[in-house]
């Protein structure tokens, strides 16, 4: 289930019949840079309402992100106290200490759905839905979080969300008899369906900006230098500046994109000589970046551009799936994620923990640097890491390692710790959280999984 540029549900595929007229009208409201085959909607500026094809300013989007990293963390290190600027933070959350005032450090919520149910799959086959999950050749979960708001707010942009990895799913049982999908997926589109993750990042920009036949071998700013031109020449200064550097972090991105797209040229070529797909093959012979520090920022710096761009509003990325079979040797951890996470007190694990949190801190200071109005692209989203499990020693899922960062347009208070541990089981439901996320996102629900109220004091 992985490289795929787009898969829709059947209702999504009936909508979208309609969707390139209404895609092409917002477009049009909207001040972007038009060129061949592509159309860059521009990040705020404070010249653009002038030249903007319509003269009413829309509020800023608000944007949904999740990451997601298998097996748990280090709970010695995974510690929060505190409100605002007195916030105390432990050693693995301690790099989010220039952002505290900007996240939510959340202990105690659980999914109680796949509590009793046996390990790694059976702990993450509705982590962002909380349904009831099957056993045996029937896959069957529920619709998550993510895709219910694509499902609602997905016609506003061209694309309607971004499903992302940086580690091929696998296939197959666990010996607990549940699928091995649901080790794989986070996002699902429906019930009996994950949404295809994409682990090659060329791919993931190519959908991004509709990049396809001659056009792959031509830059998207060449495309769109003339336009961009004509602009500079109507702006403020401070604006052009702004405009420069936003096409300079975009051709950024497209080189280390286009290196990718050799790397996975060249994995297809040796994998058709040997007669079998280059997916199937290990890292880096697949053409997946053979260092895991560039995949995971790549794929965080395409989310920043779509968020930025409103190329899409919402977006998940898997880290590191659940049963992870990445090794870090960057990390001087000999062992690979999974084995390490059953020692997960070690000082290795706590490495491996901390590098895929600074994901999070990476894609949420670049959205912080990204000005909207008086505040950020992150002032107006909301991304949230978590993991499966809290304790990977002891598969341990009654609680949940969580972080949120962003306000969500002001509609999300920040700056705080919010434990639920010692609530009882139905104050702390991460469906309850995801029935809060949602009302913000203007996405009203009754009922989500096994929760029917929203979470208190979020």
């Known amino acids: 289930m992985s490289g795929s540029r787009v898969q829709l549900s059947p209702l999504r595929k009936a909508a979208r019949v309609n969707k390139s007229s209404r895609s092409a009208s917002r477009i049009s409201r909207r001040t972007v840079l038009r060129g061949a085959g592509v159309a860059m909607a521009l990040p705020w500026m404070e010249s653009l309402p002038a030249f903007a094809d319509t003269k009413t300013p829309a509020p800023f989007p608000k944007r949904f992100g999740v990451l997601f990293m298998g097996t748990g963390i280090n709970e010695d290190h995974w510690t929060a106290e505190g409100q605002g600027a007195a916030m105390k933070l ?9 952002l505290k005032q900007k996240i939510n450090v959340i202990d105690g919520l659980f999914v109680k759905a796949l509590t009793g149910q046996g390990i790694h799959p059976a702990q993450t086959g509705s982590l962002l839905s909380g349904a009831k999950i099957s056993k045996g050749a029937i896959i069957h979960s529920g619709i998550s979080v993510d895709q219910q708001i694509a499902n609602a707010l997905g016609d506003a942009t061209p694309q309607s969300s971004m499903v992302l990895s940086c580690e091929q799913p696998m ?19 429906s019930p009996d369906s994950p949404v295809p993750v994409e682990v090659y990042p060329s791919l993931a920009w190519d959908t991004l900006f509709e990049n396809r036949g ?17 602009l500079t020449k109507k702006i403020s200064s401070t604006d052009k500046q702004k405009l420069d550097e936003y096409l300079t972090s975009v051709r950024e991105v497209e080189t280390r994109v286009d290196r990718q797209r050799k790397g996975k040229s060249a994995a297809e070529d040796a994998a058709k000589a040997l007669n079998r797909p280059a997916l199937t093959m290990d890292r880096p012979a697949n053409g997946l970046p053979e260092d895991q520090r560039e995949h995971a920022k790549l794929m965080c710096d395409i989310i920043a551009i779509a968020f930025q761009t409103d190329k899409t509003r919402v977006a998940s990325l898997v880290l590191a799936r659940d049963l992870s079979a990445m090794y870090y040797p960057f990390l001087n951890v000999k062992d690979g994620h999974h084995a390490a996470s059953h020692d997960n007190l070690s000082a290795g694990y706590e490495r491996i923990a901390s590098f895929h949190l600074s994901q999070l801190t990476y894609l949420a200071t670049k959205l912080d640097s990204m000005k909207e109005g008086d505040g950020t692209v992150l002032d107006n989203s909301c991304l949230m890491f978590l993991s499966n499990m809290w304790a990977g020693r002891k598969h341990d899922n009654r609680r949940l390692p969580v972080v949120l960062a962003g306000g969500l347009g002001g509609t999300l208070e920040t700056g705080r710790t919010l434990n639920y541990l010692n609530e009882s089981d139905d104050k702390r439901k991460m469906c309850s959280l995801y029935l809060g996320i949602m009302d913000r996102m203007g996405v009203k629900m009754n009922q989500f999984g096994d929760a029917d109220t929203r979470l208190e004091r979020l």
């Open 214 to 230: 001659s056009q792959l071998n031509i830059s998207i700013l060449d495309r769109v230098k003339d336009r961009a031109q004509a």
């Open 171 to 189: 296939t197959g049982y666990h010996e607990s008899n549940f699928s091995l999908a649901y080790s794989s997926h986070i996002s699902w589109q």
């Open 90 to 98: 432990g050693k693995t959350l301690a790099q989010l200490e220039p």
